[in-house]
């Protein structure tokens, strides 16, 4: 008269064996009764293979990953002494496709793109023997192709194939089936994360509460990368971001994230703008993909209110990495977005109730539109473009002359002043830099105090030779950065100061001036002005009759001008070396490095 589950107990009661239960998740409602044998049986042991975890006391989890595949590295290099047939990911798609294509070689060169294929399917061996199925018909590089457009084209032609494993969408469909709604709107807005992020990030792009996210990592959808980080499986997000599933949630999801991020990134400015430069080029570094992404967006909606949040702080950021190519493209691309947008928003007929509203956003939007022109104009000149800059300076100045406000006008015009000196147009400069200094003055804003006191000195060496009126100026600039805690302020005063110490002939007190610039450099990452000090050091060797020295810096500052795509500073360390090898009595050598330096020259516009 016992039930089933009575005669099962009695049954193991005393028995020592391993129970193995397969594909448990199906399952999950008799959980309790795995606990109840656990309990009255202590010789059983239970192995379960679950989707998820069976929320047992004894229960001790093991998570099964993928096999180890090779890894995506710059130049496809791998660990010395070990070729990708060395990762079990490879043999085993060159086992199956070897079983589907009779007589099939795979030749030494193709091992590379089958690595690449195992990484982008992260090792799970369903999907590496769908995309080893195709090998009758595709290239290893058009199965590539494939995996990294859509896994879901993998499918299996085998009959004997059980339907959830006949293609990869299918067996991730088992799990989708079982979430409830919320966990679906959850892992469709986790999937426009293009790297891993944040449990705040989660928490704001999705809405989510913590009960959801712990669901998703329970059901492996989601999983902690390290401490406080989180990722989705690639495949799971290609998953999840089909049409088909997320509809207009993904779309929410975006703007969701672009808003997150933006935001973030304001509050990295005061950072970046001196408090801890080093604390915010590392927290910006630590979410650039999160970051870029998210720009992205905004420039396509031409969100300019996500935009000028984030400008600032991209704006230091690239300044500081020296990548001034890559910010000329974001910050002109952006202007552009919001461009095309107020001209179709100015251009359409309709006239309605709320007109007004449209015509301040459309201000809005003019507005940071031109403070990027700004940005763009900063990165053109450090680029060696100075005609460039000068150009988008100048429109920039003329449209926040319109939409913006005091402050605006004046960093336009520092941008503008810079520009005037880079192209030899030192009235025009000197009137434009009073402008500034005045208004900064007036509003008590000490960052473009110092800045305007930078320029100030630079046209008074460049057009009157006076060492102690440029001197007086850097003296004012270093104080008044040291004062807002502006590190790259104070490194570029310290560098102008020693300047001055050289031209005046006081060598120990120019090193030690650059010595000091030189480890805020280091500290804050800032590779144009350790260039700059390597060649000011060279050229304090070679006053000092030290050539071998004076050389070693000026290749040093040659480097890292390379690195930097820093046409300019290239030509002139080139300049140095040709000059320091004619002294040398090596015309040959000092030649091929004049007409580099006359030709760089030439493609920077400097006069």
């Given at each position: 008269?016992?039930?089933?589950?009575?005669?099962?107990?009695?049954?193991?009661?005393?028995?020592?064996?391993?129970?193995?239960?397969?594909?448990?998740?199906?399952?999950?409602?008799?959980?309790?009764?795995?606990?109840?044998?656990?309990?009255?049986?202590?010789?059983?042991?239970?192995?379960?293979?679950?989707?998820?975890?069976?929320?047992?006391?004894?229960?001790?989890?093991?998570?099964?990953?993928?096999?180890?595949?090779?890894?995506?590295?710059?130049?496809?290099?791998?660990?010395?002494?070990?070729?990708?047939?060395?990762?079990?990911?490879?043999?085993?798609?060159?086992?199956?496709?070897?079983?589907?294509?009779?007589?099939?070689?795979?030749?030494?060169?193709?091992?590379?793109?089958?690595?690449?294929?195992?990484?982008?399917?992260?090792?799970?061996?369903?999907?590496?023997?769908?995309?080893?199925?195709?090998?009758?018909?595709?290239?290893?590089?058009?199965?590539?192709?494939?995996?990294d457009r859509d896994p879901g084209a993998?499918?299996?032609?085998?009959?004997?194939?059980?339907?959830?494993?006949?293609?990869?969408?299918?067996?991730?469909?088992?799990?989708?089936?079982?979430?409830?709604?919320?966990?679906?709107?959850?892992?469709?807005?986790?999937?426009?994360?293009?790297?891993?992020?944040?449990?705040?990030?989660?928490?704001?792009?999705?809405?989510?509460?913590?009960?959801?996210?712990?669901?998703?990592?329970?059901?492996?959808?989601?999983?902690?990368?390290?401490?406080?980080?989180?990722?989705?499986?690639?495949?799971?997000?290609?998953?999840?971001?089909?049409?088909?599933?997320?509809?207009?949630?993904?779309?929410?999801?975006?703007?969701?994230?672009?808003?997150?991020?933006?935001?973030?990134?304001?509050?990295?400015?005061?950072?970046?703008?001196?408090?801890?430069?080093?604390?915010?080029?590392?927290?910006?570094?630590?979410?650039?993909?999160?970051?870029?992404?998210?720009?992205?967006?905004?420039?396509?909606?031409?969100?300019?209110?996500?935009?000028?949040?984030?400008?600032?702080?991209?704006?230091?950021?690239?300044?500081?990495?020296?990548?001034?190519?890559?910010?000329?493209?974001?910050?002109?691309?952006?202007?552009?977005?919001?461009?095309?947008?107020?001209?179709?928003?100015?251009?359409?007929?309709?006239?309605?109730?709320?007109?007004?509203?449209?015509?301040?956003?459309?201000?809005?939007?003019?507005?940071?539109?031109?403070?990027?022109?700004?940005?763009?104009?900063?990165?053109?000149?450090?680029?060696?473009?100075?005609?460039?800059?000068?150009?988008?300076?100048?429109?920039?100045?003329?449209?926040?002359?319109?939409?913006?406000?005091?402050?605006?006008?004046?960093?336009?015009?520092?941008?503008?002043?810079?520009?005037?000196?880079?192209?030899?147009?030192?009235?025009?400069?000197?009137?434009?830099?009073?402008?500034?200094?005045?208004?900064?003055?007036?509003?008590?804003?000490?960052?473009?105090?110092?800045?305007?006191?930078?320029?100030?000195?630079?046209?008074?060496?460049?057009?009157?030779?006076?060492?102690?009126?440029?001197?007086?100026?850097?003296?004012?600039?270093?104080?008044?950065?040291?004062?807002?805690?502006?590190?790259?302020?104070?490194?570029?005063?310290?560098?102008?100061?020693?300047?001055?110490?050289?031209?005046?002939?006081?060598?120990?007190?120019?090193?030690?001036?650059?010595?000091?610039?030189?480890?805020?450099?280091?500290?804050?990452?800032?590779?144009?002005?350790?260039?700059?000090?390597?060649?000011?050091?060279?050229?304090?060797?070679?006053?000092?009759?030290?050539?071998?020295?004076?050389e070693a810096r000026y290749r040093q500052?040659?480097?890292?001008?390379?690195?930097?795509?820093?046409?300019?500073?290239?030509?002139?360390?080139?300049?140095?070396?040709?000059?320091?090898?004619?002294?040398?009595?090596?015309?040959?050598?000092?030649?091929?490095?004049?007409?580099?330096?006359?030709?760089?020259?030439?493609?920077?516009?400097?006069?």
């Open positions: 008269n016992d039930s089933a589950e009575d005669s099962l107990v009695k049954w193991l009661r005393h028995r020592e064996l391993l129970l193995v239960l397969d594909n448990f998740e199906s399952a999950l409602d008799a959980a309790p009764l795995v606990a109840k044998l656990l309990a009255t049986a202590p010789g059983l042991t239970v192995i379960a293979t679950s989707r998820e975890p069976l929320k047992l006391q004894p229960e001790r989890l093991l998570d099964i990953g993928g096999l180890e595949a090779p890894p995506l590295t710059p130049g496809g290099t791998l660990p010395h002494g070990r070729g990708p047939r060395g990762y079990d990911a490879v043999r085993l798609y060159v086992q199956q496709a070897a079983r589907v294509t009779p007589g099939l070689k795979v030749r030494p060169e193709h091992m590379e793109t089958i690595g690449q294929i195992c990484n982008l399917l992260e090792g799970l061996p369903l999907a590496i023997e769908l995309a080893a199925s195709w090998s009758p018909l595709l290239s290893t590089e058009e199965i590539l192709a494939e995996v993998l499918v299996s032609h085998h009959r004997d194939v059980p339907e959830r494993h006949r293609s990869l969408w299918r067996v991730f469909d088992h799990t989708w089936e079982r979430l409830t709604a919320e966990e679906r709107s959850a892992l469709v807005s986790l999937s426009v994360f293009p790297a891993s992020f944040g449990l705040a990030a989660a928490r704001s792009v999705t809405g989510a509460e913590l009960g959801t996210l712990l669901r998703l990592m329970d059901l492996k959808l989601l999983r902690r990368t390290g401490e406080g980080r989180f990722e989705l499986h690639q495949l799971v997000k290609q998953y999840a971001a089909q049409p088909s599933l997320a509809g207009a949630a993904v779309e929410r999801a975006r703007s969701a994230h672009s808003h997150y991020y933006c935001q973030l990134l304001l509050s990295f400015s005061g950072d970046l703008e001196g408090n801890d430069v080093h604390a915010g080029l590392g927290a910006v570094r630590a979410e650039l993909p999160n970051v870029m992404s998210a720009w992205r967006h905004a420039a396509t909606r031409a969100d300019h209110q996500a935009l000028d949040a984030a400008r600032n702080a991209l704006n230091h950021f690239f300044y500081y990495r020296g990548d001034f190519a890559r910010a000329c493209q974001l910050f002109g691309d952006a202007a552009a977005a919001l461009d095309t947008a107020t001209d179709a928003s100015l251009n359409t007929a309709n006239v309605a109730a709320g007109s007004a509203n449209e015509a301040g956003s459309d201000l809005a939007a003019a507005r940071v539109a031109a403070r990027l022109l700004v940005h763009h104009s900063e990165h053109e000149r450090h680029r060696g473009r100075p005609a460039r800059s000068l150009e988008l300076a100048t429109q920039a100045l003329e449209r926040l002359q319109d939409a913006g406000d005091d402050a605006d006008v004046a960093y336009a015009r520092l941008s503008l002043g810079t520009s005037l000196l880079r192209v030899s147009a030192y009235a025009e400069s000197k009137a434009t830099m009073s402008q500034v200094l005045a208004y900064a003055r007036r509003a008590g804003d000490l960052y473009l105090q110092g800045a305007a006191h930078n320029v100030l000195a630079l046209l008074v060496t460049a057009t009157e030779g006076n060492v102690a009126e440029a001197e007086s100026h850097y003296r004012a600039s270093l104080e008044v950065n040291r004062t807002v805690g502006n590190l790259e302020g104070v490194n570029g005063a310290l560098i102008n100061l020693g300047a001055c110490r050289f031209d005046l002939n006081d060598m120990a007190g120019a090193i030690q001036l650059w010595q000091e610039a030189a480890a805020i450099a280091v500290k804050i990452g800032h590779k144009q002005r350790e260039a700059v000090l390597h060649n000011n050091i060279g050229s304090l060797y070679e006053a000092q009759g030290r050539p071998e020295e004076a500052s040659l480097d890292l001008r390379r690195q930097i795509d820093d046409r300019s500073g290239q030509a002139n360390a080139l300049h140095n070396l040709g000059r320091l090898a004619a002294n040398n009595d090596d015309p040959w050598t000092a030649r091929q490095h004049l007409e580099e330096a006359l030709r760089l020259f030439v493609q920077t516009e400097e006069p």
